[in-house]
C-alpha cells in the first residue's frame, strides 16, 4: 500500500505539473493574439497626394504643339498673282509664275511679251515680303504691257487678284535704279509690293521701282 500510495503521489505531482504548464501556454497565446491581430500603420509620403507633372514634360508637349503650328503655317501658303489692274493708268494685265534662268547670257528672269511676271522665290499677295512683279515697258511689236507705268505716282491704287480674292495696295514711293541694282527684290519684314519695269530710254540700263503698300485693312475680298 505504501508503493500504491507513493505511485499515486508522484502521479498526483506529474499531472499538476501538467497543468501548470498548458495554463502558462495558453496565457502567453493570448497575450500574443491581439498584438498580431491590431493593423499596421500604412506609410502615405506627403508628397505623393500633390504630385504633378514635371516642368520638362509640360515643355516637351509646349514643343510639340509649336512645331504643328510651324508646319501648317508653312505648308500652306497664299495663291500667286493672276492678274494686276492700275485703275488711273487703264492698265490691266494678267500675271504669270516666272522662275530665273541662268544661261550664257547671265542670270534673268525671261517675261513674256503679252503678261506682267510675278518672280517666284518672292511672296504672293496677302503674305509679309516683297512681292516682286515686272513687266516690259515696250517690246519688238510696240508698247508692253508696262508702258503707262512711267506716269505712275505716289497715292496711286493697284489692284492685284489671286485664288484667295482681291488685294489693294497704294503707292508710297517711285524711283530708278541701275539695272544691276538687286536690293529691290530683297525680301521686307512686312507686306509690300514692287513693280519693275525699264527706262526706255535706248540703253535699258535703268529701271523704274515702285513701291506699294496694303491699303488697310489689309483683308482679302472675293
Excluded at 500574443?32 to 508637349?61: G, I
Aim: proline share 8%; with cysteine; charged share 25%.
Amino acid at each position: 500500500m505504501r508503493v500504491r500510495s507513493g505511485s499515486v503521489s508522484i502521479a498526483i505531482v506529474v499531472l499538476g505539473l501538467l497543468l501548470g504548464v498548458s495554463c502558462v501556454r495558453v496565457e502567453i497565446q493570448r497575450t500574443r493574439t491581439p498584438e498580431l491581430a491590431q493593423p499596421t500603420p500604412t506609410v502615405v509620403p506627403r508628397d505623393a497626394k500633390a504630385a504633378k507633372p514635371t516642368p520638362v514634360a509640360r515643355a516637351e508637349r509646349r514643343g510639340q504643339a509649336s512645331e504643328g503650328v510651324l508646319r501648317t503655317l508653312f505648308r500652306y501658303r497664299m495663291p500667286p498673282a493672276t492678274a494686276l489692274e492700275i485703275a488711273r493708268l487703264g492698265i490691266t494685265v494678267t500675271v504669270v509664275e516666272v522662275a530665273s534662268v541662268v544661261d550664257e547670257r547671265g542670270w534673268y528672269w525671261p517675261v513674256p511679251t503679252d503678261a506682267a511676271a510675278h518672280l517666284v522665290g518672292t511672296a504672293n499677295p496677302g503674305e509679309p515680303g516683297n512681292i516682286a512683279i515686272t513687266g516690259h515697258v515696250d517690246t519688238e511689236r510696240g508698247p508692253g504691257v508696262f508702258w503707262r507705268l512711267l506716269d505712275i505716282r505716289p497715292g496711286d491704287e493697284i489692284t492685284v487678284w489671286s485664288a484667295a480674292g482681291t488685294f489693294v495696295y497704294r503707292v508710297v514711293d517711285v524711283q530708278t535704279v541701275a539695272q544691276s541694282e538687286r536690293a529691290v527684290l530683297r525680301q521686307t519684314d512686312r507686306e509690300t509690293l514692287t513693280l519693275l519695269t525699264c527706262i526706255p530710254d535706248g540703253r535699258y540700263e535703268r529701271r523704274l521701282v515702285v513701291r506699294a503698300e496694303p491699303v488697310r485693312p489689309a483683308v482679302a475680298t472675293r
